[in-house]
């Protein structure tokens, strides 16, 4: 596609419930990434993807939350119980070559736990 | 640990040169890049420096100085549509996989 389309781009849910977002990456980008951006803070960084696998997710928080890319391509990023401390803008990006080539992000999807 | 440190604002004219500066920490160093981001957008590469110098792109130049652990982007001719947050990254651990670290921002406000 023309760049990193995430959905939804507002998600509205109350504490406990489980949420999934999802990412879609530039069509041939073999790295795939997560952040999680909260107000007045930078990119935080949460999982990386090299093809389908997992190749570093040391950032998730804890293990409410996972993260999976079946294909090698769209990625859905998952949060169960949630807690009101998870809000935030989820942030992914996506990249032609793993640290050589910049990261090119999606407008991330606001999620809000109320 | 690393770490970056950049001004939190800044708030410079239409038309003036401004000077957004940033000091990191890192275990080891595989270059330093600088990303844009408007109010409700997507963070969007600007530059990236792994040698020391001045890289120039258009109105925007970015600086490295890695015996001081510096960097600093350089944007002239400001523009209204200039204004947005701006972020030095370094890679996150060791070796370069594109995982960064980012700091916290410096919002840049252009003022007619």
């Known amino acids: 596609g023309a760049g990193v389309s995430q959905t939804p781009s507002n998600k509205v849910t109350e504490k406990g419930k489980y949420v999934e977002l999802r990412c879609d990456p530039i069509?041939?980008?073999?790295?795939l990434y997560w952040y999680r951006q909260s107000l007045g803070q930078g990119p935080e960084f949460l999982i990386y993807?090299?093809?389908?696998?997992?190749?570093?997710d040391s950032g998730l928080p804890n293990d409410r939350f996972f993260a999976v890319r079946p294909e090698g391509s769209v990625s859905t990023l998952k949060i169960q119980r949630t807690e009101r401390g998870d809000s935030a803008v989820y942030l992914c990006a996506s990249s032609s070559d793993a640290g050589r080539s910049p990261l090119h992000f999606g407008n991330g999807t606001r999620l809000t736990v109320t | 640990g690393q770490s970056l440190e950049q001004p939190s604002e800044v708030t410079a004219v239409e038309g003036a040169i401004v000077q957004i500066n940033c000091t990191y920490q890192t275990s080891g160093f595989y270059g330093l890049s600088w990303y844009q981001q408007h109010d409700g957008g997507a963070p969007t590469f600007l530059s990236y420096n792994a040698l020391d110098g001045l890289e120039e792109t258009g109105r925007f130049s970015s600086f490295l100085s890695r015996s001081d652990s510096y960097g600093y982007l350089l944007l002239q001719e400001l523009q209204m549509k200039d204004s947005a947050s701006y972020f030095c990254?370094?890679?996150?651990?060791?070796?370069?996989?594109?995982?960064?670290?980012f700091g916290q921002g410096t919002t840049l406000q252009v003022k007619p």
């Open positions: 990254a370094v890679p996150h651990g060791s070796g370069n996989t594109g995982k960064l670290i």
């Open positions: 069509s041939g980008h073999t790295a």
């Open positions: 993807f090299q093809g389908t696998g997992a190749a570093d």
